[in-house]
């Protein structure tokens, strides 16, 4: 196994800052933890797994085969939410895809910081 990108480790660094990390051996994947969730869901705080791409930040995570994960039992004014994907998941535990089409990203100033900013916007009243 290769050492990971020196920019994917100041960028989980800079997530550390702000949540607690679980970081799969081979940095494929990064589990965010207690992200607090804004009103009107079943849960105050989830667990959301990022897939990181191997061009990790040219590729943003999120896009692709490179996913987004919530738990999927996660319910906003009780209804399941559009665009997630309960019938795919990284093949274990108990998650369901979050869909991007397409993300406003720039690899020269995005980081894994601003992809939770994003999530948590579309968090924030999403479409059920």
């Known amino acids: 196994m290769s050492d990971p990108p ?3 480790m100041q960028h989980l660094k ?6 607690i ?12 933890h207690s992200f607090t969730l804004p009103p009107g869901f079943n849960q105050a705080e989830i667990d959301i797994l990022i897939e990181i791409p191997p061009g990790y ?17 996660l319910r ?5 939410l559009k665009a997630v994907y309960n ?3 990284p093949g ?8 991007y089409k397409q993300i406003k990203w720039d690899p020269t100033r995005d980081d894994l910081v601003s992809l939770m ?5 579309d968090l924030t009243h999403p479409p059920t």
Not at 14 to 19: C, Q, R, T, V
């Open 6 to 8: 020196s920019i994917l």
């Open 14 to 19: 800079m997530l550390a800052l702000g949540y």
């Open 21 to 32: 990390l679980s970081v799969s051996k081979d940095y494929k994947w990064v589990i965010v």
């Open 57 to 73: 930040p040219c590729s943003p995570p999120g896009i692709g085969q490179f996913r987004v994960y919530i738990p999927s039992r």
């Open 76 to 80: 906003y004014k009780g209804k399941i």
């Open 87 to 89: 019938n795919v998941n």
């Open 92 to 99: 274990w535990g108990d998650w369901a895809w979050m869909c």
């Open 117 to 121: 900013e994003i999530i948590r916007t």
